[in-house]
């Protein structure tokens, strides 16, 4: 009875899939260091005798991974799979934006809309703009983490890679 409790809770948070199995976004959650990590503009990172990086933590997104996922999806997609060597059509990539999406366009979207109608997509992405956007989240009522950069988004699920590049 508790594990079928456990299960569907799992299953309404969206942690693992249809068959039981941790969604693969979330499979090396459990291996990634916080403590080692670097922070970068779009995720945590370390390099060393074995790499890893994580996009925000749960329920907490990055600045600039937020503003890319509710105004310039495409750019955005470019860059982190630029920047991670993932492939777009991965299933840990394809894990990610489909547990995130519907979170964040519930939350964040509708206010974001009205602000970003006329600013240029790498303009959003740009490092130089975050100050910008953390006063922004704060003055529409985000919980904002100045200092890694990231916002309080209740549902959201980072990714996780831990090992070698070879995805």
């Known amino acids: 009875m508790i594990k079928s409790l456990i ?5 309404k948070f969206g942690y693992i899939n249809w068959r039981g199995k941790k969604k693969t976004h979330l499979a090396q959650e459990a291996e990634f260091d916080y403590n080692e990590a670097r922070l970068g503009h779009f995720y945590f990172y370390y390099i060393g005798h074995v790499n890893g990086f994580a996009i925000g933590k749960r329920d907490w997104v990055p600045i600039s ?13 470019q860059q ?16 990610w934006v489909n547990a995130n ?27 130089e ?7 922004w989240f704060k003055h529409n009522g985000f919980e ?4 890694q950069q990231l916002v309080k988004v209740p ?13």
């Open 7 to 11: 299960y569907q809770g799992a299953r």
């Open 65 to 77: 991974i937020l503003n890319g996922l509710v105004s310039g999806p495409q750019l955005l997609n």
């Open 80 to 95: 982190l799979s630029d920047g991670t060597l993932i492939d777009r059509g991965s299933p840990l990539w394809v894990d």
């Open 101 to 127: 999406h519907d979170v964040v366009m519930r939350s964040v979207a509708p206010s974001w809309e009205r602000f970003s109608r006329n600013i240029h997509d790498e303009l959003r992405l740009s490092e």
């Open 129 to 135: 703009n975050y100050y910008a956007d953390a006063a």
């Open 144 to 147: 904002v983490d100045e200092e």
């Open 155 to 167: 549902g959201y699920q980072p990714l996780f890679f831990v090992g070698n590049q070879d995805l």
